[in-house]
């Protein structure tokens, strides 16, 4: 059994939420120390059933990664869902676990939180400084709603209770067990089933939205997920000493940026698409930069593994494999 603490992963069938999983594994856990439950089984929208299952299974950490998630088009198509989903998710397992006496958790947000037009590389202080982008906003402000939740609960619990409520905000994530949906998916895989199907078919161009020209800053899942086990263990001296007084979030990227032409270029390279690429651009190219100050984490002791081209190449192989299984 081990000495190990039991984790509940909460989105473990997510590309996140497995790589969390697959994360702790790797550093020992068994199948009875990592506690996991599908949709199925548990809809973390319903306060009173994820109220049940905490008193039932009573894990001593949560990684809480479940999320509704999405590219520009699903943000823009169905704001409420979003909103309304990740609020709830979000509520329900941080007070759930407070109640069943979890000292650690650790929330999982994006980098969507902070203004469209932050300072770059955008450091963790940028938080609610101006205006978000329009299209993913809902989205950001439930992610945001996160982060004061677990900032809400150490500062009213910490000392009385013990709870040690952290947060870590990953750049754009892609690799193994991301979406592929043809027009829900993240920037990344949507590219990879668009060039793919475009060889498939001897397709001349790609045509893609907006102007190609956005940077935007990409961390392999697999590098997120050590980061997230590797937060959560911090003892927390260690993790106060470089954490401002109350804040919670820690940034978690690669450390430099690509431009969507840069990135789209590379992935039809992988894929072997030989046409040409466009773009149109009456479509929105959403926030014309977005690159993360990562040296709090880096300065807690991780650094990311994975360099956007072998980490492209695992993550078409994943999509291959999945594409022969659909």
């Known amino acids: 059994m081990g000495s190990f603490p039991k984790a ?6 997510g590309m996140v939420g497995s790589a969390i999983v697959r994360q702790l594994q790797a550093h020992g856990r068994s199948g009875d120390q990592i506690v996991t439950v599908g949709h199925q089984e548990l809809d973390l ?26 590219g520009i088009y699903a943000n823009n198509t169905y704001p409420a869902d979003f909103i309304y989903d990740n609020l709830m998710m979000e509520l329900n397992v941080i007070d759930a676990a407070f109640r069943t006496g979890v000292k650690k958790l650790l ?38 709603a996160g982060i004061k939740l ?68 990409f961390l392999y899942v697999d590098d997120m997920a050590a980061a997230s086990v590797h937060i959560m263990n911090l003892p927390r001296e260690d993790y106060k000493r470089l954490m401002p007084e109350g804040q919670a979030h820690i940034n978690v990227g690669y450390g430099s940026d690509v431009t969507i032409l840069e990135v789209a270029t590379i992935i039809s390279r992988i894929v072997g698409f030989t046409g040409s690429i466009g773009f149109d651009t009456t479509k929105p190219d959403g926030t014309p930069r977005k690159l993360m100050d990562s040296e709090v984490a880096r ?28």
């Open 299 to 326: 300065n807690l002791g991780w650094s990311p593994l994975v360099d956007l081209q072998q980490g492209l190449k695992l993550a078409y192989e994943d999509f291959l494999s999945r594409e022969k299984v659909a």
């Open 150 to 217: 677990c900032e809400s609960y150490n500062r009213q619990y910490g000392a009385s209770h013990g709870i040690d409520y952290r947060a870590v905000m990953p750049s754009n994530l892609y690799g193994v067990g991301d979406s592929y949906h043809p027009q829900n998916s993240h920037v990344i895989p949507a590219l990879i089933r668009r060039f793919h199907e475009a060889k498939a078919t001897g397709a001349s161009t790609v045509t893609l939205w907006g102007s190609g020209t956005p940077l935007r800053e």
């Open 107 to 144: 929330f999982l947000g994006s980098s969507c939180i902070y203004p469209k037009l932050a300072d770059q590389p955008i450091k963790e202080n940028a938080l609610l400084t101006g205006p978000l982008e329009p299209t993913n906003e809902p989205y950001a402000i439930a992610k945001i």
């Open 8 to 13: 509940f992963v909460a989105g473990h069938r």
């Open 45 to 70: 929208i319903e306060q009173a059933d994820v109220r049940r299952f905490f008193e039932r299974e009573r894990p001593d950490e949560v990684y809480l990664a479940a999320a509704k998630v999405g």
